[in-house]
């Protein structure tokens, strides 16, 4: 009987032992197909993120890397380190010239031998060059600078090697942030045959490794981790041998059982390989394009065969106002379904699933799915790996469009400084000019000329010499506000009388035109009397100027429900729609044979603008009742109670 109580315990124990090697090699299995996918799903966000920091590099505007704001005759500037914004996922920014070996805007050691390989590299090929992270510097992309004719360029007069190298002046510099790269633990790597960009760590040194590859920066990287097998279950299977003649009885129907287990799971790993399979084909459309119109559609075909789904929509976040829907495919989904604050488990056929696509805690778009048939939680984690491939596409498109931005604003003022400067040289010239030629006639010629010509040209240069002075209080007051030492002494001002005393003493000034007054007396305003003055002067000088001779210009003063409104309407030939905001952009004058038969230099309403802002009103231009333009400056209309209770707080 001993014998016999023996030999069953033996028989229990080989049983215990077998299932669990069973169960063991069956989460062995399960582990390694999620890792696989984990994997691909890694390489699919790596593959958008170094593609977007290679074309930020290899196409940014060198003219960004000029930190000057006014050119001058010595050439484009690349003397100190440059932050540059918006950066791609994952990378900072920033110009580099050359020789710079350490900066305090700057967390990493320049002069370390990787970042100093890489920089040389780029400088002799002319390319994006990759640089392993070093004991002092996280990994960069560097890109070479060249000065070319005068002119920041990224490519060289020519291809030698020592052309390259005499041409270069700095670098672009992408600061990769390798932890942004992956999403995940400390066991991820991202490798190749000669650099470790992520190196990781390894939770066992003979662990399994589920990997995947993606092309990138002219090198095949090999994203990868430890799959975490219950490797430590093995030496239970070895030991069953041991047991005897009774485990080896059982082994036969415990495999069996293994067997039955392994069917019921075959459904699931054939749905992660398939799973794995499509988001490489998700990768590549991404790795083939940076472009919404190409991504979006070929993204939208293969999730829908994959995941049977009858309509897709992709909608961007807006500044302000509601999401813009920008891309859909098949049957429209809900625009009203709002992404839920948990990823939920299954999704009902016919029913529409919305996703949140965010960077940053700040929301980029929303992408939304009507399924086909019954949507498991695979099927919706693979919708979210889609998502996070069309939000670092969104991310590094709008990245490169600021920074395109960003170089035409500047040209665009660059332009207009030129028109500037050329109109305003002609516009001093012109009357200093007359003034000269007159009073040398009136020198020479005094005695010959009558009385009456002597006024007629005395005249003359009181004109001329009221237009340079108008000229060049409107320089003098521009070049005040551009520094900002221009601040406005606001007080207590009534508009009617100020007003009125301008028109009184330009009276007389305005020539064959006559000035007709609408004025309420005693509106009140908080405002600077010397800028009232200018935006009267500026504003009344302008109507002149465009209304026809013996022309009416009108200048009114009211006020309504606690606002005041300055008004001055001109009989000239008005200011069209599209050009009424651009109206009061500095050294902006429109066109049509008006504007090229008057004088000016385009910042007198720019002026105005900024005289009227800083008392915290607006101005605008609408059409006339006398058929010309009116322009409209409105105020706040001054409350005395305020202003006596702030008095009283003072005292």
């Not at 390489?43 to 704001?69: F, K, N, Q, W």
């Not at 690349?78 to 050359?98: E, M, N, R």
């Not at 992520?198 to 399994?208: C, I």
């Not at 003063?557 to 606690?562: E, K, Q, S």
Request: net charge negative.
């Amino acid at each position: 009987m001993p014998l016999l109580a023996a030999l069953g315990l033996v028989l229990i124990a080989a049983c215990v032992l077998v299932a669990v090697a069973a169960l063991a090699e069956r989460r062995n299995e399960l582990l390694a197909a999620e890792a696989r996918t984990a994997a691909e799903r890694q390489a699919g966000r790596v593959a958008v993120a170094l593609g977007s920091i290679e074309a930020s590099v290899e196409h940014l505007d060198p003219s960004l890397c000029d930190p000057r704001t006014e050119p001058d005759d010595s050439g484009p500037a690349l003397a100190a380190i440059t932050p540059i914004g918006p950066a791609p996922v994952g990378a900072s920014l920033l110009c580099l010239p050359a020789g710079a070996t350490r900066h305090d805007a700057v967390e990493m050691d320049l002069g370390d031998p990787m970042v100093q390989t890489a920089l040389a590299q780029s400088r002799d090929r002319g390319t994006a060059v990759l640089s392993a992270p070093g004991p002092g510097a996280p990994p960069i992309v560097a890109g070479p600078i060249y000065l070319v004719g005068g002119e920041l360029s990224l490519v060289p007069s020519e291809r030698r090697v020592q052309v390259r190298r005499s041409e270069l002046v700095g670098h672009v510099v992408a600061v990769v942030d390798a932890a942004e790269l992956l999403d995940g633990g400390s066991t991820w790597q991202l490798t190749d045959a000669d650099v470790d960009l992520v190196p990781g760590q390894r939770a066992d040194d003979g662990a399994e490794r589920a990997a995947a590859d993606v092309d990138a920066l002219e090198r095949r990287w090999t994203v990868s981790t430890d799959v975490g097998t219950a490797g430590l279950w093995r030496p239970a299977a070895t030991a069953v041998a041991g047991f005897g003649f009774g485990g080896a009885l059982l082994l036969g129907l415990a495999d069996r059982q293994r067997r039955r287990e392994r069917r019921a799971d075959a459904a699931s790993m054939h749905r992660a390989e398939r799973r794995a399979a499509a988001i490489r084909t998700l990768t590549g459309i991404v790795q083939h394009s940076q472009d919404l119109d190409e991504i979006l559609p070929a993204m939208a075909v293969q999730l829908s065969d994959e995941l049977a789904l009858e309509g897709l929509s992709l909608a961007v976040a807006t500044a302000r106002g509601p999401e813009r829907a920008i891309f859909t495919h098949g049957t429209r989904p809900d625009p009203t379904s709002r992404p839920a604050s948990r990823r939920p488990e299954r999704v009902p056929p016919g029913a529409t699933v919305a996703l949140d696509l965010h960077r940053a805690e700040r929301s980029i778009a929303v992408l939304r799915a009507v399924a086909g048939r019954e949507l498991d939680a695979s099927a919706i984690e693979l919708l979210e790996v889609a998502g996070e491939m069309i939000t670092s596409t969104v991310v590094a498109g709008r990245s490169i469009e600021q920074q395109q931005e960003a170089v035409n604003r500047l040209e665009s003022l660059d332009e207009l400084k030129t028109t500037f400067l050329g109109v305003a040289s002609h516009e001093l010239r012109t009357p200093a000019t007359a003034i000269s030629g007159l009073a040398t006639l009136l020198a020479t010629r005094w005695d010959a000329l009558s009385e009456d010509d002597r006024r007629a040209f005395a005249s003359r240069i009181a004109t001329n010499a009221d237009a340079l002075n108008a000229l060049v209080q409107d320089l003098l007051d521009f070049a005040r506000l551009e520094r900002g030492d221009l601040q406005l002494a606001l007080a207590p001002v009534v508009l009617s009388d100020a007003v009125d005393a301008v028109l009184d003493r330009l009276d007389g000034v305005w020539g064959s035109h006559h000035v007709a007054r609408a004025i309420d007396p005693g509106i009140e305003v908080l405002g600077d009397v010397s800028a009232l003055e200018r935006i009267v002067t500026n504003l009344v000088s302008n109507a002149v100027k465009f209304s026809p001779s013996d022309a009416e210009v009108s200048v009114g003063v009211h006020a309504r429900d606690g606002r005041a409104f300055l008004l001055v309407d001109d009989s000239g030939p008005g200011v069209p729609a599209d050009e009424r905001e651009k109206i009061f952009v500095r050294f902006f004058r429109g066109a049509g044979d008006a504007v090229v038969r008057t004088r000016g230099v385009g910042i007198g309403l720019s002026v105005v603008q900024d005289f009227v802002a800083q008392m915290g009103g607006s101005v605008r231009v609408e059409d006339s009742p006398l058929g010309g333009a009116r322009f409209v400056v409105e105020l706040d209309v001054l409350d005395r109670s305020r202003v006596e209770e702030r008095d009283a707080a003072t005292t």
